[in-house]
């Protein structure tokens, strides 16, 4: 039971969106969807609220869902502050959306589902959990930045930001596999703890070049920010305030994470930091 009320901001939000998703199917009246979506929303920020105050250390049981997901202070600050976001971007979409003739549900849908993503993100220890709670995000997100069906700029936007976020999740992918390839870990901890070692650098040094270039693309850093103008400019005002407030929490959480536990050593931090980190040669 403990177990589950850990969980519950993550359950909150799927389940919201789920109920949501049939509510928008089999009701025409669209009026109360941002309120509701809102609500979802809210009732995630109190969970995680609850969660904190009660003492993440007096819950047992943790360790079932370790290293997949990491329930600690951490993730449920990251997922009150996604909440926050999520739900104030729902109440701006109440009135946008209609005002421009474009309300339809599935935006409410999405908002949900990519946030439940950006959650699974902030909380993921391993590089399944990890990747999987990226592409849900970064899913919602492309659609919502493509919602102006009509309008040109808006389908730039999101096809340049399909093809490059589909070209950073590519170099993410090849980063992990060689840390796999080098560790025979995908849990960041293990991860984390063999590259101390020292053993296999050529290869994590690589490794570690392709997972910086996946992550710093989602949280649009320079060089890999040349999506975000177009991405901004033709998404739907609620959109782009989600993404410049959900999406970039989301990824942040996804790199202070990984960089603090894969390459939070000294070896990875700096050449000159270590004296036994062994030479590359040509």
């Keep these: 039971m403990l177990l589950a009320f850990a969980l519950s901001p993550l ?4 389940v919201g969106a789920l109920l949501l998703m049939l509510a ?8 109360g969807l941002a309120l509701g979506t809102a609500i979802v929303f809210f009732a995630g920020l109190a969970f995680s609220a609850s969660v904190w105050l009660y003492g993440i250390e007096a819950i047992p049981g943790l360790e079932v869902l370790a290293p997949w997901l990491v329930i600690d202070k951490f993730s449920m600050f990251m997922n009150a502050l996604l909440c926050l976001g999520g739900g104030l971007a729902a109440l701006l979409a109440g009135g946008y ?8 549900g599935e935006f409410y849908s999405l908002l949900l589902f990519a946030t439940f993503g950006a959650m699974m ?3 993921s220890g391993d590089f399944l959990t990890l990747f999987i709670g990226l592409e849900t995000m970064s899913i919602g997100a492309y659609a ?4 102006r069906r009509t309008s040109p700029r808006s389908a730039e936007g999101a096809l340049k930001y399909f093809l490059l ?4 999740a590519a170099l993410l992918l090849y980063g992990f596999a060689l840390l796999y390839g080098a560790t025979g870990h995908t849990d960041l901890a293990g991860v984390g703890a063999s590259i101390k070692t020292g053993e296999n650098a050529p290869m994590v040094l690589v490794a570690m070049v392709l997972v910086l270039a996946g992550l710093v693309f989602k949280v649009s850093a320079v060089p890999f920010h040349m999506w975000t103008p177009d991405a901004y400019e033709g998404a739907p005002t609620p959109a782009t305030t989600y993404m410049a407030v959900a999406v970039k929490s989301g990824a942040f959480a996804m790199l202070l ?6 390459f939070g050593d000294a070896r990875s931090m700096s050449w000159s930091s270590s004296a036994s980190m062994p030479t590359l040669k040509c």
């Design 165 to 168: 976020g589909s070209f950073a």
């Design 257 to 262: 994470r990984v960089l603090l536990t894969c």
């Design 11 to 14: 359950l909150v939000v799927a």
């Design 144 to 147: 919502m930045t493509a919602f």
């Design 24 to 31: 928008e199917a089999f009701s025409k009246v669209r009026a």
């Design 97 to 104: 959306l209609p005002e421009h003739k474009i309300e339809r």
């Design 121 to 123: 993100l902030a909380a």
